[in-house]
């Protein structure tokens, strides 16, 4: 299983097929919460808006580290960035199962650690508004598409 990021105007290296020049990722985190409450002696429960985290990926120095490097440094975040995890099919190639589609993107952070082998970057994503769309697969590659649209600026499902 691999996961690749288009990031609009920015070329990385991948030589899969479907995946040309798209960015190799090793990790991807993001997370939702909201607070929850109950007041004590009922069981009512109140909770606030979600709070959505900025995507934080992980990747290896490769040709798109400078743009990356610049995007954090004074990039605009008006991006469509497009993450993507995909599966190794039985036949060979590979089948996209999971994908976050982001708008208003931009770089917010950027780090680079080595231990003296190649090294390895820490980039954070922000959004104004997040897309996911999964597709159910099975071993005979069938399967639909479910989708969940969430816009940051309003708080509401899109």
């Known amino acids: 299983m691999a996961i690749y990021m288009k990031y609009q105007g920015v070329d990385g290296e991948s030589t899969t097929q479907g995946f040309e020049k798209q960015i190799e990722l090793q990790s991807f985190q993001l997370g939702v919460g909201r607070g929850i409450s109950t007041a004590r002696g009922t069981s009512t429960r109140e909770s606030s808006e ?9 990747k290896l120095t490769d040709g798109s580290s400078i743009k990356l490097f610049e995007e954090s440094l004074y990039g605009k975040l008006d991006h469509e960035v497009v993450i993507t995890f995909v599966r190794t099919q039985t036949g060979g190639g590979v089948q996209p199962y999971l994908r976050y ?3 208003g993107a931009g770089v917010s952070g950027f780090t680079l650690s080595s231990g003296g082998d190649r090294p390895n970057e820490t980039v954070s994503l922000n959004f104004d508004k997040i897309e996911m769309t999964y597709g159910t697969i099975g071993d005979d590659q069938s399967g639909s598409n479910s989708s969940s649209t969430y816009d940051l600026a ?3 499902r899109s």
């Open 50 to 58: 979600a709070s959505v985290s900025e995507i934080t990926l992980t």
């Open 101 to 103: 589609t982001l708008t």
């Open 154 to 156: 309003t708080a509401k």
